[in-house]
């Protein structure tokens, strides 16, 4: 468990150098810049921006954190659980996601994430007790499969309180 915990946190902390290194590389692109980036951001049941202009998104791909600009080399990536952060006229709007795929283009991104909350509407203590149940559940599987699923259950809560602590 600690193990874990402690990778959470290393790299909870090298996200947010990755996040603040983005932000301070293209700051002064994005202040001169009046182009805008298209994004599309959404869950199966909702949409949470569509086509919006905004400056910047960054989001946890499963390679590492990724900034994209405007004029981005498409790519195609698979999200991880994390924060994708808005950054529009100046103002940051934080997401959790669980995971999800990533599609760029030069003037457009969509990000379609299995589930996503503000960051600022996630509860501290139901994240640490879905933490707890799913650690338990670990340890208490009977088989791989249920062993599997409760794995990814620890990721996903680690990765919810890593958030909520940044």
Do not use: W
Not at 13 to 30: C, E, N, P, T
């Amino acid at each position: 468990m600690f193990s874990l915990l402690g990778r959470t946190a290393v790299s909870c902390l090298k996200q947010r150098f990755q996040v603040q290194m983005l932000k301070r590389g293209f700051a002064d692109q994005v202040a001169q810049g009046t182009e805008k980036l298209k994004l599309s951001f959404a869950t199966p049941t909702f949409a949470l921006r569509k086509d919006a202009s905004v400056d910047m998104v960054v989001f946890p791909a499963a390679t590492g954190m990724m900034g994209v600009l405007p004029q981005h080399v498409p790519t195609v990536a698979q999200l991880k659980p994390g924060v994708v952060t808005v950054i529009e006229d100046g103002k940051e709007d934080k997401y959790f996601v669980s995971s999800g795929f990533a599609f760029v283009t030069k003037d457009r991104t969509d990000i379609l994430a299995v589930e996503a909350v503000r960051l600022e509407d996630l509860d501290k203590e139901a994240v640490q007790r879905g933490l707890n149940e799913c650690e338990s559940a670990v340890n208490s599987a009977s088989d791989e499969v249920s062993q599997a699923i409760a794995q990814i259950g620890v990721e996903v809560h680690s990765a919810m309180k890593s958030a909520l602590e940044s």
